[in-house]
């Protein structure tokens, strides 16, 4: 997945593609962050450093932005932190993504019930042709992590999901 289709502002555009050579994949279930510098450098940073093009006009979007960056390196526990104060249907997205990278397949089935119909549920639609299911991807990513079923497929899907709502939380941080 090309890193430059996303449109996040050249601070968090470092942060996950230093080379230029794209996005990697994320694990179903990591079992630890990323041992990297882009790790730590986002941990050093603040919320208007991951902005610092515009003015965050909406602050807990802002915030979404940054346990989505958390999660893509394997912060669990770090983006958890953030995404449990966030008390919009994004922060319970991100929750419940980050159970469902546990392996708390309950828990993140639960946070998926506080989410309701978001609304990056249609773009997954588009770009899946299929109707969007996150309770039954919960289902197929569990049944992949344990070796009932292939990964690529959920992998992919959850790198797709992840794009499309990252991309949702920084248009909706400066208010567009």
Known sequence: ?????????????????????GLRAMPLVPSSPRDCP??????????ADLFPEA???????ARCVQSGLLLYFSA?????????GIRTSSGSYWHGIMHRQEGD????????????RHPVFAELERETCEQWDP?????????????RSGKHGPARRQMLEWR???QHCYWKALGR
Not at 38 to 47: N, V
């Open 38 to 47: 882009e790790l730590d450098s986002l941990r050093a940073m603040s919320i």
């Open 55 to 61: 003015e965050i006009r909406s602050p807990s979007d």
């Open 105 to 116: 397949w309950s828990n993140a089935k639960y946070w998926f019930r506080r989410t309701g």
């Open 76 to 84: 669990l526990d770090e983006s958890h932190t953030i995404s449990q």
């Open 164 to 166: 499309l709502l990252i």
């Open 1 to 21: 997945m090309d890193a430059d289709a996303l449109d996040l502002g050249a601070a968090i555009q470092s942060l996950l593609s230093p080379d230029g050579d």
């Open 135 to 147: 309770f039954g991807f919960v289902d197929r990513c569990a049944a992949a992590s344990a070796g």
